[in-house]
T-cell receptor
Framework: GESVGLHLPTLSVQEGDNSIINCAYS??????FIWYKQESGKGPQFIID?????DKRQGQRVTVLLNKTVKHLSLQIAATQPGDSAVYFC???????????FGTGTRLQVTL | ETGVTQTPRHLVMGMTNKKSLKCEQH?????MYWYKQSAKKPLELMFV???????ENNSVPSRFSPECPNSSHLFLHLHTLQPEDSALYLC???????????????FGDGTRLSIL
């Protein structure tokens, strides 16, 4: 079946460094992708999204890159801060369906 | 403040109890969702409501019964649950536009459910 997965379950970075969280997807029909951040005791929080007609989108300190050729999505966080410590999920959707498929998540740990 | 409020935040119940989870969204969205989040598993979609009509039931056992009285409120009625139903139950909402559209879902902080 179709799946969305993450390469690394845990990522540890030093404060101030850049973080890169990766996501692989298998549904070639997926045309919309979202990154969520989930802090302990809270629900997933929308970070940034990207449509398949783009290969890069930037937000505040975050950049999402989409490589449709290899079905790969990444989230880059610049100047990582302790408040960035959380679990990050990618999600994808194919076509007009409202259903999102989520990956298992990557835990980002920021060390001082 | 996410715009999606879930109550209660924590719930402990026995297998024979009946309880309900409540979700309210203040974002003016027209679609609402229930998800189950278990440890080390991806988020599992349970139910989808568009314009108060259920459009998806992802093979959820009948001991979970959703209700959507209007586009701002969503309930999940629980009855005769099993220990494996212990999880974080998340509600989300989104604006579904014509021909699907691409709008993100916004989540509440969930109800942590423990079945004794």
């Amino acid at each position: 079946g179709e799946s969305v997965g993450l390469h690394l379950p845990t990522l540890s970075v030093q404060e101030g460094d850049n973080s890169i969280i990766n996501c692989a997807y298998s549904n070639s029909a997926s045309d919309y992708f979202i990154w969520y951040k989930q802090e302990s005791g809270k629900g997933p929080q929308f970070i940034i999204d990207i449509r398949s007609n783009m290969d890069k989108r930037q937000g505040q300190r975050v950049t999402v890159l989409l490589n449709k050729t290899v079905k790969h999505l990444s989230l880059q966080i610049a100047a990582t801060q302790p408040g960035d410590s959380a679990v990050y999920f990618c999600a994808e959707r194919a076509g007009t369906a409202s259903k999102l498929t989520f990956g298992t998540g990557t835990r980002l740990q920021v060390t001082l | 403040e996410t715009g999606v409020t879930q109550t209660p935040r924590h719930l402990v119940m026995g297998m024979t109890n009946k309880k309900s989870l409540k979700c309210e969204q203040h974002l003016g969205h027209n679609a609402m969702y229930w998800y189950k989040q278990s440890a080390k598993k991806p988020l599992e979609l349970m139910f989808v409501y568009n314009f108060k009509e259920q459009t998806e039931n992802n093979s959820v056992p009948s001991r979970f019964s959703p209700e959507c009285p209007n586009s701002s409120h969503l309930f999940l009625h629980l009855h005769t649950l099993q220990p494996e139903d212990s999880a974080l139950y998340l509600c989300a909402s989104s604006q579904v536009q014509g021909r699907g559209g691409n709008q993100p879902q916004h989540f509440g902080d969930g109800t942590r459910l423990s079945i004794l």
